[in-house]
């Protein structure tokens, strides 16, 4: 906090600066107590304007353009678009920290080149265009579900179908190389037992990344990816981009119905346990797969507060939510259906992710009898 002293009309003001950007006048240097501290409600209503910022610049492919400095100008003659609305448009690109502009010459920061590039092997775009389908919704679509209810929808409207699947296996591949894999490794490395292990498990992993970087990350260790049929070529693609395959293989298969192999000392196993038509059941079949001494870790989200927060996950899975399918798990849930599933024990801690805060659950198998 911060008080600035200006005058006005001949009399001292001062203006206390709060972090969280609002200003409380008083003529005497105290702060107001009265004053509507309603900011959190202009920094929601903004917050959908800078969404439809974010999606309409990668829909145009604006920071391709923007590797080097570029005028507006130049980029309406790029885009073939409105000169004058280009030029607002980068403006507000610019206050929201994605563009920088000196001398009405723009250029991309250092956070659009990184992942808004989509020549970038770390290329967030087609994933967060993805999302939006999922995730976002109008007003109009809003009230009429909280007011109607969910409809019944079409086998291919499901989110779990396999056609989805496909589709967004292909965004998930630089989302798994922006960071998640390499905090997956870390996990996994961290552990005691890690450097016995020998053959792991990538359950439900889609392109494989994370899999591929806790193999990689051993000297010895091989692994198996398990997805659906129809997502699995992602995987065989990673592979042989990454001249793995003598460590790594793929197993195609539906995990509520077909086996996805034995004789693991590791199971991992991150964002994808939604669609176990029965949790307890599938986490059962997952401990049998392991060797005595065997891990198997989660990576899900814990929702609290009687499924109020976080923040992230919450809103991230509400329309879903609003069309039944509610796909989030509380906290603790998991952890219950390990101990409940045969595991001998549980550790468990919440890590920060760019997602939002996700709960790590580690189960551990009982060693073998002597």
């Not at 059941?281 to 005595?292: G, K, Q, T």
């Not at 992710?353 to 060693?367: C, E, L, N, S």
């Amino acid at each position: 906090m911060k008080a600035v002293k200006l005058v006005k009309d001949g009399r001292p003001v001062w203006l206390t600066l709060w972090q969280s950007g609002g200003y409380r006048m008083s003529s005497n240097g105290k702060s107001l107590n009265n004053y509507p501290g309603y900011a959190p409600l202009v920094n929601t209503f903004f917050g959908a304007i800078h969404c439809n910022l974010l999606l309409v610049a990668t829909e145009l492919k604006i920071f391709d353009h923007l590797t080097e400095p570029c005028t507006s100008l130049n980029i309406a003659e790029k885009i073939n678009g409105h000169p004058e609305n280009i030029r607002r448009f980068l403006n507000a690109l610019v206050s929201v920290y994605l563009l920088s502009k000196s001398d009405g010459i723009y250029c991309n920061t250092e956070l659009a080149n990184n992942y808004l590039v989509s020549s970038e092997e770390t290329y967030l775009g087609g994933m967060l265009l993805d999302l939006a389908q999922m995730q976002m919704q109008s007003s109009e679509d809003m009230k009429r579900l909280v007011l109607e209810g969910p409809p019944d929808l079409r086998p291919e409207q499901m989110i779990g179908r396999e056609e989805r699947w496909k589709q967004a296996a292909k965004n998930l591949v630089p989302y798994q190389k922006a960071g998640v894999a390499s905090q997956a490794v870390a996990i996994v490395s961290a552990l005691p037992e890690f450097p016995a292990f020998r053959k792991m498990l990538d359950l439900g992993g889609g392109p494989g990344i994370i899999g591929l970087s806790i193999v990689s990350s051993h000297p010895h260790m091989t692994g198996v990816l398990f997805d659906l049929p129809m997502v699995v070529g992602a995987a065989e693609s990673e592979i042989r981009n990454q001249g793995m395959e003598d460590r790594m293989s793929v197993l195609p298969g539906d995990y509520n119905i077909d086996s996805f192999g034995e004789d693991y000392d590791l199971v991992w196993s991150s964002l994808n346990l939604y669609y176990a038509k029965n949790l307890t059941v599938l986490i059962r079949r997952i401990h049998e797969s392991l060797n005595p001494g065997g891990v198997f870790v989660s990576i899900h989200e814990g929702l609290t507060d009687e499924k109020t927060s976080p923040p992230d996950f919450v809103l991230s899975r509400l329309a879903l939510s609003l069309r039944g399918q509610e796909l989030v798990f509380e906290q603790g849930e998991i952890a219950s259906a390990m101990l409940d599933a045969g595991f001998q024990s549980v550790a468990s801690r919440t890590v920060r992710t760019p997602h939002g805060p996700v709960d790590v659950d580690i189960a551990r198998k009982a060693p073998q009898k002597s």
